[in-house]
T-cell receptor
Framework: SQTIHQWPATLVQPVGSPLSLECTVE??????LYWYRQAAGRGLQLLFY??????ISSEVPQNLSASRPQDRQFILSSKKLLLSDSGFYLC????????????FGPGTRLTVL | AQTVTQSQPEMSVQEAETVTLSCTYD???????LFWYKQPPSRQMILVIR??????QNATENRFSVNFQKAAKSFSLKISDSQLGDAAMYFC??????????????FGQGTELSVKP
């Protein structure tokens, strides 16, 4: 069966510090991968998605970046965090040929102080 | 661009009763998929139900069913025999069927459902 992991689960970082959040998927090959941010427990905002190794599409211009160094690994990074980067970050995977839903990881709660 | 709107920020239901959560969407596409996700206090996103736009029959999953009105671009979720464990944030989501869209989901702002014992 497929599983998706995210770490760390919780992170507190000072403003201006770097960020690296990692997401890995097991039990599937060549998945589409997604990073979402959820602020204040409301709707999810898509940040990045990837349909293959090294292929990254950005949905929202900001100081975050994403990389996909391996087929089932997706990394969210920042060189300098802002207060507005605080939130709950969710990684998800899906496949093109169906099922058409996405499967989500447990999330990372990021607090920038 | 597609949008998804959930006009009820909060809803409340008595245990064992039925509740309906509303969702409308805007799209110019004819083929797409719609979903309801549940996010309990643990914040794990859990798929509740899926509807393919080309199917006229409304999807059902046990106590959960949808009322899909394609012409009206409406996709409501009905929860029957509500249980305490149904208390959560519920999100409606849209996915284009076009290959060049990367399978990304567009979410509504959510409806927080509370269940009273």
């Amino acid at each position: 069966s497929q599983t998706i992991h995210q770490w760390p689960a919780t992170l507190v970082q000072p403003v201006g510090s770097p960020l690296s959040l990692e997401c890995t998927v097991e039990g599937t090959s060549n998945p589409n991968l997604y990073w979402y941010r959820q602020a204040a427990g409301r709707g999810l905002q898509l940040l990045f998605y990837s349909v293959g190794i090294g292929q990254i599409s950005s949905e929202v211009p900001q100081n975050l970046s994403a990389s996909r160094p391996q087929d089932r690994q997706f990394i969210l990074s920042s060189k300098k965090l802002l207060l507005s980067d605080s939130g709950f970050y969710l990684c998800a995977w899906g496949v093109e040929g169906g099922p058409y839903e996405q499967f989500f990881g447990p999330g990372t709660r990021l607090t920038v102080l | 661009a597609q949008t998804v709107t959930q006009s009820q920020p909060e809803m409340s239901v008595q245990e064992a009763e039925t509740v309906t959560l509303s969702c409308t969407y805007d799209t110019s596409e004819s083929d797409y998929y719609l979903f309801w996700y549940k996010q309990p206090p643990s914040r794990q996103m859990i798929l509740v139900i899926r509807q393919e736009a080309y199917k006229q029959q409304n999807a059902t999953e046990n106590r959960f069913s949808v009322n899909f009105q394609k012409a009206a671009k409406s996709f409501s979720l009905k929860i029957s025999d509500s249980q305490l464990g149904d208390a959560a944030m519920y999100f409606c989501a849209y996915r284009s069927a076009l290959d060049n869209q990367g399978g990304k989901l567009i979410f509504g702002q959510g409806t927080e459902l509370s269940v009273k014992p």
